[in-house]
């Protein structure tokens, strides 16, 4: 082999694995694909107990479009949070004797907390414990105050930034007017309902509520307390939970509304799919079609996909 053909197989060569590093290079490293979890509630005709859902049960559409679901399992453990507005007026505490029923009557692996929304943040009594009787023992008179209301709103806020690691099934009970003293009246809907929803939907955090009116005669306006349930209804749809109100005045008794949240407690099922979350993650439209007749399913509007991974 000549000087001349050796020095051309060399270039030939490097040449080769110029183009094929270049190739390498460009070639996109796998993506790994972001997976969302959210809790749905399964609910049955007339609220009797729904019978079992399966996988194959349920079609699952994420922005108009077919997904396929990567995980259906019935919910086991639950963080449940209850919080009291303490603006709500005192006589509220005749229905505490129901609330210690609806704690003591959840499952052994319900931790439930306690805490009271106050200047707008939520002053927890009781931290998450599975111990039903010391989180119901942390129950106690509101005070009835105008000033401690503030924005029960920023008060769901503060408390689902420091929830802790509870599971993956997550709810919140907020008894309160949902009259926003902080803000004022903003109109149709308080600023700081849509934040607690983002946040419920990203954190996959149910939200419910049970209507009790505020302190003093101007807390019980009309006016006023439409409002205020137009907002915990907004807020409640939105992250896959529920309102209880009977009209404007203080309801009878909350049992039968505690009896419901129960029952929809013990019928809840973790759904999780993929998909590309991007750089940052993103919120996703999501819709459920039930195969089963007689039921129907209650979850949030939206799921949050986290990051996506290189």
Request: glycine share 8%.
């Amino acid at each position: 082999m000549n000087a001349r053909t050796r020095t051309a197989m060399l270039l030939g060569a490097l040449v080769a694995f110029t183009c094929s590093a270049t190739l390498l290079a460009e070639t996109p490293k796998p993506v790994a694909a972001g997976k969302a979890t959210m809790t749905v509630t399964a609910i049955g005709k007339k609220d009797a107990a729904p019978p079992p859902v399966s996988k194959n049960d349920v079609q699952l559409t994420v922005n108009k479009e077919r997904k396929q679901i990567a995980g259906w399992e019935k919910g086991e453990g639950l963080g449940l949070a209850i919080l009291i507005d303490d603006s709500i007026d005192s006589s509220a505490a005749s229905q505490w004797n129901d609330l210690k029923t609806f704690i003591m009557a959840q499952p052994a692996n319900t931790a439930v907390a306690v805490a009271y929304a106050s200047n707008s943040t939520a002053m927890i009594a009781q931290d998450f414990t599975t111990d039903h009787a010391l989180a119901a023992k942390a129950l106690r008179i509101p005070r009835g105050q105008l000033g401690i209301g503030s924005s029960p709103y920023l008060a769901v806020i503060d408390w689902l930034k420091r929830w802790p690691d509870t599971g993956n099934r997550r709810s919140l009970l907020l008894i309160s007017s949902g009259i926003d003293t902080f803000r004022g009246a903003w109109g149709p809907f308080y600023p700081d309902v849509d934040t607690a929803v983002a946040r419920a939907q990203r954190e996959n955090v149910n939200l419910w509520s049970i209507y009790s009116p505020g302190f003093g005669h101007r807390s019980r306006s009309f006016a006023l307390s439409n409002l205020g349930q137009n907002n915990l209804s907004k807020m409640t749809d939105e992250t896959g939970g529920e309102s209880y109100y009977l009209g404007t005045s203080a309801p009878v008794s909350f049992k039968p509304y505690l009896d419901e949240l129960k029952l929809h407690l013990s019928n809840q099922y973790l759904l999780t799919f993929v998909g590309d979350g991007g750089a940052k993650g993103k919120f996703v439209r999501v819709h459920l079609k039930m195969e089963i007749p007689d039921v129907e399913f209650s979850h949030a509007s939206n799921a949050f996909l986290p990051p996506s991974k290189e």
